[in-house]
């Protein structure tokens, strides 16, 4: 295989892992009638071998199925072993693999990193200037979490995520991303203005036995002083 058909092939490959979330070995083994377009929509079919869950539907935007389709136009013009025909990404070099291995994906996108002239992050230093990024912390799979992770930051519903992540539960799709401090406050202003005070509840108090006054002894009269014995 051509060099610049390998370099094609891998920038393909980078945008599905970038764009779609899916486990490298899922896009390693992506066929050739991986895409399909439904009234100006696309929609890639992969395997969830991990699962056991095949042809699964992921909603993808146009660049990337326009991605998918240039590689295609090269694809269909390459002779490739009938092993590796029915997939998308055939193996770049001579073995016994059928498609494109993990080893070439990881050593590929290390070259491409490794060559990038600056990465900055948004955190700064005590003179104000942006701390570099740490460019061991991209990697093939580190993908898969920044695509949950935008989702989370633009307000996808955790069960649309799960979903999109195609997990059984969404306490797995959790552990993928974090919510941010700006969406806390917004999720605790949002609760505060949705507070409405219970209503006291009274509780009816037994109404107290009515007690009669103590009557006042009348004044004995004056007739009934002078009979009174004395002590």
């Known amino acids: 295989m051509a060099p610049d058909v390998v370099k094609a092939m891998l920038r393909t490959v980078y945008i599905l892992l970038r764009d779609t979330g899916r486990r490298t070995w899922e896009v390693r083994w992506l066929r050739m009638d991986c895409l399909e377009a439904q009234d100006n929509e696309y929609i890639l079919i992969w395997d969830n071998h991990k699962a056991r869950r095949n042809r699964r539907r992921l909603e993808i935007g146009r660049e990337t199925a326009f991605a998918i389709q240039e590689w295609l136009a090269i694809r269909r013009t390459l002779t490739i072993p009938a092993r590796s025909r029915t997939f998308l990404f055939p193996a770049a070099r001579h073995g016994y693999d059928a498609c494109i291995d993990s080893d070439t ?12 002239p600056e990465l900055l992050t948004d955190t700064v230093d005590k003179d104000g200037n942006l701390l570099p990024f740490d460019r061991s912390r991209i ?32 306490d797995t799709t ?12 917004k999720a605790v202003e949002t609760m505060r203005q949705h507070v409405v005070d219970r209503p006291a509840i009274r509780r009816r108090r037994r109404p107290r036995p009515r007690t009669r006054p103590a009557r006042a002894h009348p004044a004995p009269t004056r007739r009934q002083a002078v009979t009174q014995p004395t002590t």
Not at 105 to 116: E, I, P, T
Not at 144 to 167: C, F, K, P, S, V
């Open 139 to 170: 990697f093939a799979y580190a993908f898969r979490h920044t695509y949950a992770q935008r989702h989370a930051d633009a307000g996808t519903e955790l069960n649309t995520l799960r979903d999109l992540m195609d997990h059984k539960s969404a």
């Open 174 to 185: 959790m552990g993928y991303f974090k919510v941010s401090m700006e969406k806390r406050r």
């Open 105 to 116: 994906v990881a050593k590929m996108l290390r070259r491409w990193v490794d060559g990038l």
